[in-house]
T-cell receptor
Framework: DAGVIQSPRHEVTEMGQEVTLRCKPISGHNSLFWYRQTMMRGLELLIY????????DSGMPEDRFSAKMPNASFSTLKIQPSEPRDSAVYFC?????????????FGNGTRLTVT | DQQVKQNSPSLSVQEGRISILNCDYT??????FLWYKKYPAEGPTFLIS?????DKNEDGRFTVFLNKSAKHLSLHIVPSQPGDSAVYFC??????????FGTGTSLTVIP
């Protein structure tokens, strides 16, 4: 299996621009998670989906952030407009069974830099 | 508020010795705990887990210990190898809930 695939690996953009991060989960996994990693807060959950339905988006920082999962094999995280404080590594992860005790499988992340 | 805490940002250990990474949590509802390992420019990879019905789980050189009364878990790596140098995250979850991660501990194993 190819694992969780994220694109792009790196994104550099100017403040105010729209940014879209993409994720393809492992085939057969029915839960998908978006995390953000920062030095201060470690890995923070932004939003997670179960069977393509958003279950908990309480971690989304503000209305500038939105996420979609139109089908079982694709999800996007969009930031519009982007700000320098959004600079971080964003990880997508998936798991099987939708159970809280199924380990997450992470992609290699997207490093976002907003100047 | 951090529900899972790793108070040591970094740890250095000689090759062949034991590495002990610690993690504390505040939510008594957590009953499933995991450790992840992360190399630079890669995503975290699952290492080992433990449920609250156990106090120890072992997988090769890696052992996780859980002390529920103290709300504390630790990861022991014996013997430590240079390839173990990475950032280690602990995580916890409760039924019907998400995973909460610590801020990570950077382990350096000195050859």
């Amino acid at each position: 299996d190819a694992g969780v695939i994220q694109s792009p690996r790196h994104e550099v953009t100017e403040m105010g621009q729209e940014v879209t991060l993409r994720c393809k989960p492992i085939s057969g996994h029915n839960s998908l998670f978006w995390y953000r990693q920062t030095m201060m807060r470690g890995l923070e959950l932004l939003i997670y989906f179960n069977n393509n339905v958003p279950i908990d988006d309480s971690g989304m920082p503000e209305d500038r952030f939105s996420a979609k999962m139109p089908n079982a094999s694709f999800s996007t995280l969009k930031i519009q407009p982007s700000e320098p404080r959004d600079s971080a590594v964003y990880f997508c992860a998936s798991s099987s069974g939708g159970s809280y005790n199924s380990p997450l499988h992470f992609g290699n992340g997207t490093r976002l830099t907003v100047t | 508020d951090q529900q899972v805490k790793q108070n040591s940002p970094s740890l250095s250990v000689q090759e062949g010795r034991i590495s002990i990474l610690n993690c504390d949590y505040t939510n008594s509802m957590f009953d499933y705990f995991l450790w992840y390992k992360k190399y630079p420019a890669e995503g975290p990879t699952f290492l080992i887990s433990i449920s609250s019905i156990k106090d120890k789980n072992e997988d090769g050189r890696f052992t996780v210990f859980l002390n529920k009364s103290a709300k504390h878990l630790s990861l022991h790596i014996v013997p430590s190898q240079p390839g173990d140098s990475a950032v280690y995250f602990c995580a916890a979850s409760a039924p019907g809930n998400q995973f909460y991660f610590g801020t990570g501990t950077s382990l350096t194993v000195i050859p």
